[in-house]
């Protein structure tokens, strides 16, 4: 079984491009959605994250106010360091436990969906890494129309990830999407076809 890292910066579009593989069929493990099952109301992960950033990152139904938080971390290295420290260790054993089922049932090809895959150095855990980029303006076009951030905001978040210059040197593949929702699925394609991933 191949296992591929799908990667890219907040704003690149590589949910996108984990959605399109997803409609397709692929088995995509997404570590956005293990990180909410890892701070779900009465798990340990929120516990634990209430306990180093306070009462004030929890709504009124003990659930995570996650743009309180967000405006924390991303203004903060060291509150980012911080909270990935508390949940990466939880995400990591959850996608190596379902990679395993995924291989045991026979999988072909698994897709990793890691926005921080080349940070935490989990590319040593896959055959190949796809990273997803697009022109930092269009980023930040994206991240302020879909959180309602102002662009600054924006700018802040991109700029307190790995710049797209050190990801592309780790890098397999580099699919832009500075373009259309299309775009991106052509490329999608074109890579699938070229590695003969087919289902």
Request: one cysteine or more; hydrophobic letters at 45%.
């Amino acid at each position: 079984m191949k296992v591929i890292g799908l990667t890219g910066g907040i704003g690149s579009g590589k949910s996108a491009a984990g959605e399109y593989l997803c409609e397709k069929g692929y088995a995509v493990i997404d570590a956005d959605a293990l990180a909410r099952e890892a701070v779900a109301v009465g798990s340990a992960g929120l516990s634990d994250v209430a306990a180093r950033f306070g009462e004030d990152v929890l709504l009124p139904d003990g659930s995570l106010d996650r743009k309180a938080l967000a405006a924390r971390v991303f203004s903060d290295a060291d509150a980012l360091a911080a909270l990935n420290a508390i949940l990466h260790g939880r995400i990591l054993r959850e996608m190596r436990a379902r990679t395993r089922r995924l291989r045991e049932a026979g999988a072909k090809v698994v897709f990793l969906n890691v926005p921080l895959l080349i940070e935490t150095g989990m590319q040593s855990e896959v055959d190949a890494v796809w990273l997803v980029d697009a022109d930092e303006e269009e980023r930040v076009r994206r991240v302020v129309a879909r959180d309602g951030v102002a662009p600054e905001d924006a700018r802040r978040r991109i700029a307190a990830q790995l710049p797209s210059s050190e990801k592309r040197c780790c890098a397999s593949e580099t699919i832009d999407n500075s373009g259309t929702l299309g775009d991106l699925h052509a490329a999608m394609e074109a890579l699938l076809e070229k590695y003969g991933y087919f289902l």
